[in-house]
């Protein structure tokens, strides 16, 4: 049984990542315990406050943020942070070598019910002469990721990490440990298993209302076989089905507000699971475009995302090969 940060030192991963990986998972450890504890730690319910994008911040949102933001800036190497939970960068150590973006409790409407939530997570190399306290510095496409992954806080607190050599899973012992349980893990090419929010129907491209369409027709339409559908409500709960034994989840791009190419958050949803996803053999898209490609502009930019099982994606990629240029494919680009 591999400790963290042995599987990491073993992998020849570089030092100071492994020491920013760590202090990660420290900061992710408290908000576990504050999460197991729940109603009896007051951290149920909704704050007065609503974060940059407009929603109501859950209580467990801003505790969540803070403890990484505390963690995070009391660690040298890392040169700044971005949250979904802030307005702006943070700048940390001016010396330091890493930017770190998060999203610090994704899922967080489902934590009064007591359903799954998760912390996500990218970390970048701060270009050099670029300032960390400034949007510039974190506007890099998801290939520039040297590191991602989600702890997701369900029965057992799993880590499912990439350095850039496949994707593993780590679960948290009563020790406090991290404790390596499944390598090298693998998103199975095809599936029967789709996830999408089927109450935004109306919203859709025409090309995703078909896709699904003839998933719901089943053994008796074009596709020739049974799907069944999953609807979690949790980017990071879907994922870590997607990547124990696959599925596609979507979340496309939609009418309700044409200037935002979709719900999704880019720098800390959309490139951190891309990387994940494709580090295990899936593959994850626009619809139009594949996710870690696109060029950034802000840090709360959003993008459409469609992810998960390889020959399912491509099949759905193959119902929008014909409008390339609409409208959803302008905004993603």
């Known amino acids: 049984m591999l400790l963290l940060s042995q599987f990491l030192k073993q992998q020849e991963t570089e030092d100071k990542l492994v020491d920013l ?43 969540a943020n803070d403890l990484l933001k505390k963690f995070l800036l009391d660690n040298p190497l890392v040169a700044g942070l971005a949250s ?3 307005d702006h960068p943070v700048a940390g150590n001016p010396e330091g070598k890493y930017l770190v973006i998060f999203d610090p409790l994704d899922g967080s409407s489902n934590i009064d019910i007591n359903v799954s939530v998760g912390t996500i997570f990218s970390i970048l190399e701060l270009p050099e002469g670029m300032d960390p306290s400034s949007d510039e510095a974190y506007l890099q496409t998801g290939r520039k990721q040297i590191a991602a992954g989600y702890v997701l806080y369900g029965q057992s607190s799993i880590l499912a990490l990439t350095t850039g050599n496949g994707v593993n899973f ?50 008796e339409g074009v596709r020739g076989k049974n799907f069944n559908m999953r609807w979690i409500a949790s980017m ?34 959309g490139n951190p699971m891309s990387m994940l996803i494709e580090q295990a053999d899936g593959i994850s898209s626009t619809c139009y475009k594949n996710i870690m490609d696109l060029e950034p502009n802000h840090i709360h930019q959003r993008s459409g995302v469609a992810l998960g099982s390889k020959n399912e994606v491509e099949t759905l990629l193959s119902y929008h090969a014909e409008s390339g240029d609409g409208q959803a494919a302008k905004l993603n680009t």
């Open 84 to 86: 979904e939970e802030e």
């Open 21 to 63: 990986i760590g202090t990660l998972m420290l900061a992710c450890k408290e908000v576990a315990i504050q999460l197991r504890e729940g109603e009896l730690a007051g951290v149920l319910g909704s704050t007065d406050n609503t974060n940059v994008q407009g929603e109501t911040q859950k209580k467990m949102d801003v505790i």
């Open 236 to 269: 990071v709960a879907e994922v870590h089905r997607v990547l124990t034994r696959g599925g596609i989840f979507c979340y496309p791009w939609d009418s309700r507000d044409v200037t935002k190419p979709g719900k999704l958050r880019l720098m800390y949803e």
């Open 170 to 219: 780590f679960t948290l012992a009563h020790t406090g440990d991290f404790i390596l349980t499944r390598e090298k893990v693998t998103i199975p090419a095809d599936t029967k298993e789709f996830a999408i929010n089927m109450s935004n129907h109306r919203f859709w491209e025409e090309e995703m209302r078909n896709y699904v369409g003839d998933l719901l027709e089943g053994s």
